[in-house]
């Protein structure tokens, strides 16, 4: 059942690495942000591991700015709910109308567990049966189901909200999100989440008809993002088209490390463990868990303020580097890692044989500076 | 008083909601804050109806289709009482388990707590919380356990076609057919097709329908082709819906699946009878059974 998982060794790396805790699951937010940042080795090493990153933030203190809130996910779970009751009564009508659906199209089975039983490596299977196999009931909607992706050389797995299954073959990818849609405008930004989150799905689900032997083709690039209607919980369906988001995703999913190769350069017995007791509180010293994150390196830029619960440490961490003004600022500065060295080499110090040419850069940028000023560089 | 109740009615089922969370997320020490708010707004609940029904005109028993509605009401949106109405708030004095019997009996069908609190509230005067409505299911399951067959009927639960196991979030009566109480993939659709027809048969029972059972039909109305009035007339209020349309609507959309949905659930009876004994056949099967539907796993 798990012949695609990786050989037992690295697999019992990343869970000496992660600890006690169980596996915090990749979605697809996660893997997107992780797909974006392919550079960082802390990052990689911890998702593939499946840290609870926002715990090791907390405990080592720097808690992450951000997360849901609980209205916001009571919020979101009532909203869905909402749609979802009655036999999917509203999703239905919305889909009836933004997909045609045919009036016999309405089967609806449910993927949240097998009889009861949450194992994802079942969930999976089933999915599998359900959305490829040749004898099943009639189907048009399937909630929750459980996909996987093969992220830096191990799966991840992965669950969309629904996926809806035409009669003529095609396969749509459906996400439920509780933020509004006033006049058919929504926040930009969180579309453009939601569009690349329902691409990693679109991604998985062809990857799985594929390695059926079937047509990866059947999955459509229209995806449909369903949202309440301005303030009220009407909802209203809109058509995302994700080419371009899975364009991009391809490009970035090529380019990660292997997981093996990121182990390497780290000792056996590295843990991030929090060593929790009984009421989950963690007992491991803050400055030996510190200790142990810093021994593998982070690549801290500014967007990690958005996409990672650890940012704040390493932000705290790079505080001097150059790298941690922008990803674009090292380059432009020509390599040259942290500020107090650019700043020296402004003011005149001697610069080695590869600071040559960017501290003629430095030296005019401080002339230039001064005149406009009136003032040295500090 | 009235927003007092169904503002704690909507906390309860948010708080129930964040309870979950946190104990999913295994967060110990926030699951027991939510459980002590909970417990809190729920008793606030319970005196605050202790309170209306002391203000009460003689307590509603049994089914009442008169016009006074329980201001607390649990279905969608708030529903401002129409001048010819009274909000008299009101209280029944069955037993919680024989209002959920009086509500799936007058639909038939299995169906989630919020519709049946919502059934309840439009044609028997009084609901409940849903909150009390799921652990129902639990206490009744104990109690046939205890002494199976004593009670002359059960509330107990939907089984999914596939692994018979309790289908999430429904509840049956014990003394319905099996074939009634599986749940296959069609099923979903079908019996909320049926739940309309027998709320628009009940409607049409009654000479002046509450408002609250007419907004119910209209909400069913709402969501079945051709049961609402069309496009480019005034958008259907609950005076516009008119049952035998909705009634009419609905059987020809059952038409088309209620062939196959029968067929699955005939199936599904017969292995349950065969494969289960009393006691799972009410409540579900807990273990996952090998059954031809399960096919070839492990194929990867």
């Known amino acids: ?378 | 008083m009235a927003e007092t109740i169904e503002a704690l009615e909507r906390r309860i089922d948010e708080l129930r909601v964040a309870v979950r969370e946190a104990v999913l997320a295994g967060d110990p020490a926030l699951a027991s804050a939510r459980r002590a708010e909970l417990k809190r707004a729920e008793q606030a609940w319970e005196d605050a109806l202790t309170a209306a029904t002391a203000l009460a005109s003689p307590v509603l028993a049994g089914p009442v289709l008169a016009g006074p509605v329980l201001a607390g009401t649990v279905s969608a949106g708030t529903v401002p009482a129409s001048p010819g109405e009274t909000a008299e708030p009101s209280g029944s004095l069955l037993p919680l388990r024989e209002q959920v019997y009086e509500a799936l009996s007058l639909l038939q069908v299995p169906a989630a707590p919020k519709l049946i609190a919502t059934v309840h509230e439009a044609f028997f005067g009084s609901t409940f919380p849903t909150t009390k409505v799921t652990s129902l299911k639990r206490d009744e399951e104990r109690s046939f356990r205890t002494a199976p067959f004593a009670r002359p009927y059960y509330i107990c639960a939907a089984l999914s076609a596939d692994y018979l196991s309790p289908s999430r979030g429904l509840l049956a009566v014990s003394t319905w057919p099996m074939e009634r109480r599986v749940i296959g993939s069609l099923s979903p659709r079908v019996d909320f097709l049926t739940a309309a027809i027998r709320v628009a048969d009940a409607i049409e029972r009654i000479p002046t329908p509450p408002l609250s059972a007419r907004r119910l039909l209209q909400r069913f109305a709402a969501s079945i082709p051709g049961a609402a009035p069309g496009p480019g007339s005034a958008p259907a209020g609950p005076d516009r819906v008119k049952p035998d349309v909705v009634r009419r609507a609905a059987d020809a959309e059952l038409s088309v699946h209620a062939d196959a949905d029968s067929r699955m659930r005939k199936e599904a009876a017969d292995r349950a009878r065969r494969q289960l004994a009393d006691a799972e056949q009410l409540f579900g099967s807990k273990l996952q059974p090998v059954t031809e539907e399960t096919g070839p796993v492990g194929e990867g």
């Open chain 1, 1 to 378: 059942m798990n012949s695609d998982q990786l050989p037992g060794p690295v697999e019992a790396r990343l869970d000496r690495l992660r600890g006690r805790a169980l596996p915090v699951n990749h979605n697809a937010r996660t893997i997107s942000a992780l797909a974006a940042n392919p550079g960082c080795p802390r990052r990689a090493l911890m998702d593939a591991a499946g840290v609870d990153k926002q715990k090791i933030a907390a405990h080592i203190g720097y808690p992450a700015p951000f997360g849901q809130s609980r209205f916001a996910i009571t919020r979101g779970n009532a909203f869905e709910a909402r749609v979802k009751e009655n036999g999917a009564a509203q999703l239905l009508t919305l889909l009836r109308d933004r997909l045609d659906l045919d009036l016999a199209e309405v089967g609806y089975t449910d993927f949240n567990d097998v009889g009861g039983n949450p194992s994802r490596e079942l969930r999976h299977v089933r999915t599998r049966q359900g959305l490829i196999g040749p004898h099943y009931a009639p189907r048009t909607l399937f909630d929750h189901p459980l996909l996987r992706l093969r992220v830096g050389g191990r799966h991840a797995y992965l669950e969309p909200d629904l996926i809806a299954l035409r009669l003529d073959g095609t396969f749509h990818v459906i996400e439920i999100k509780s933020f509004p849609v006033i006049d058919g405008q929504a926040d930009p930004a969180k579309v453009a989440a939601a569009a690349i989150q329902s691409a990693v799905y679109v991604r998985a689900l062809r990857d799985l008809i594929a390695d059926a032997g079937g047509d990866p083709g059947r999955v459509s690039h229209e995806t449909i993002l369903i949202a309440p209607r301005d303030f009220a919980s009407q909802p209203v369906a809109t058509s995302l088209d994700v080419r371009k988001q899975l364009g991009v995703l391809d490009r970035q999913l090529v380019r990660m490390t292997k997981i093996e190769a990121l182990l390497e350069p780290y000792p056996e017995t590295l843990t991030f463990d929090l060593d929790p007791d009984d009421d989950g509180t963690p007992r491991r010293p803050r400055e030996e868990l510190a200790a142990a994150i810093a021994v593998v390196p982070a690549d801290y830029a500014p967007e990690c303020l958005v996409t990672c619960e650890l940012c704040f440490a390493c932000r705290a961490e790079a505080a001097g580097s150059t790298g941690a003004l922008g990803k674009s600022v090292r380059e432009d500065l020509g390599g040259i890692e942290y500020n107090a060295q650019v700043l020296a080499l402004a003011r005149g110090q001697l610069p080695s044989a590869e600071q040559a040419e960017i501290a003629v850069q430095l030296l005019r940028a401080a002339q230039l500076r001064e005149q406009l000023l009136g003032e040295a560089v500090p």
